[in-house]
């Protein structure tokens, strides 16, 4: 895991009861992915997207890559991969992953700066921070429609790159580790939006 995703306990739970039961070598996530705040999520390329953070290891096991995480084994005879999707587990057991990967003004301009440096140059939005991020953070509804329609949704990659990938209101209900911080939280937004701003 990465340090801005969490997990509802109940979910973590359900998903080692599948391990379990069902012996699954691996499982992918489907991200609820917030952006600019805590109220908004990312719809498109971004939700459809299969995170995948389980997989089983044998001795000899070694890491491939670390984008996407991929762990590629070297051993003689494994039991036979038993993947959990990450839609059938979200549509059958409501276990997603919560994404705080682009919430706070900080992360979202440090991001930029790795992405555009040594990712994805060529893929990204121009001044994507100050273009479309701060914009959208401080702008009215109609401001933020705009946006999005330019950019058909509000992600870094250009649109001919991934396609859509507009934001959606969040009407569920967060973690509660992040339900019990969010007033701290929120006001961490704002201090850093505020210094972006000056």
Partial sequence: MDCDEVFKPEDIETVIRLLKTEQYTSVGFKSLTFYGGF?????GFEENAEF???????????????????????VD????????????????YGVRMYHYSYVFPDQVFNKIKYYEEFLNKSHCIKDYFN?????????????????EQKYLGVHEWTPNSRGPCYSAPFTSEHPEIIQNNLHQL?????????GYLS
């Fill in 39 to 43: 109220d908004n999520y990312l719809t």
């Fill in 52 to 74: 995948m953070r389980i997989r089983k290891v044998y001795p000899g096991s070694y890491w491939k890559t670390h984008r996407p995480p991929t762990i590629a084994h070297i």
């Fill in 77 to 92: 005879s494994i039991m036979p991969e038993k993947h959990l999707d990450f839609n059938f587990l979200a549509d059958n």
């Fill in 131 to 147: 273009q479309v991020y701060l914009p959208w953070v401080t702008g009215s509804e109609e401001q933020r429609k705009n946006i």
């Fill in 186 to 194: 929120k006001n961490k937004f704002n201090r850093q939006l505020t």
